[in-house]
């Protein structure tokens, strides 16, 4: 692991070893990758916990959304469900492929923020009627908060690549920043337009 490394005066990087593995350069081909000495650094070491953190997030959710779309009343929420969940193991593949510019093993780090995102959908459909328009409306919330958070972790991660100096592995989980974006306004307009407004008439809740 990491180094003894003097502290210094930071900013830039403390030049170390030609550290990790062979020193090898990059693995692309095109677009530019960080140094071998930029990938030695605090934040690079941040970054890669991070990356393990959201892939974990990204594998919960391949489990976590069928059960969403078996549980969701309207074909139409299904289907959004049924898409994202094909989008989000193509998110977890474009991850191991990051790993994999980076030289490393993809390695996935329980995300707490995900696991209680998740908890809490599956608490909604617990307390809302089977069938019920009240439950899609739940499920559509639910999802939206897993959205935004997954939305904060890319953005923060294609910026961070992106300073980093890692500009193909920027592109590549933007990529997936937009893929969410438009999950995102896909489950607000689908709220908005129908499951909502169909909600509001299902009248009081007794239970
Ligand atoms: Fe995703």
Known sequence: MPNTKSKKANGGQTKSR???GSGKAKTSNSKSSATTDQRDTKLAKFFE???KDIYWAEKHLTKALPEMQEAATTQELKDAIEKHTQQTEEHVSRL???F???GKKAQAKKCDGM?????EGESVVEETDEGSM???AGIIVSAQKVEHYEIAAYGSL???ATTMGEDEIAEILNETLQEEKETDE???EIAETNINWEAELEGEGSD
């Open 100 to 102: 994999e510019i980076l």
């Open 115 to 119: 696991e209680g995102l998740v908890k």
């Open 158 to 160: 294609v910026q961070l």
């Open 96 to 98: 191991e492929q990051v």
């Open 134 to 136: 009240t439950r899609d």
């Open 18 to 20: 030609a550290s990790n």
């Open 49 to 51: 916990d991070s990356l």
């Open 186 to 188: 896909l489950l607000t």
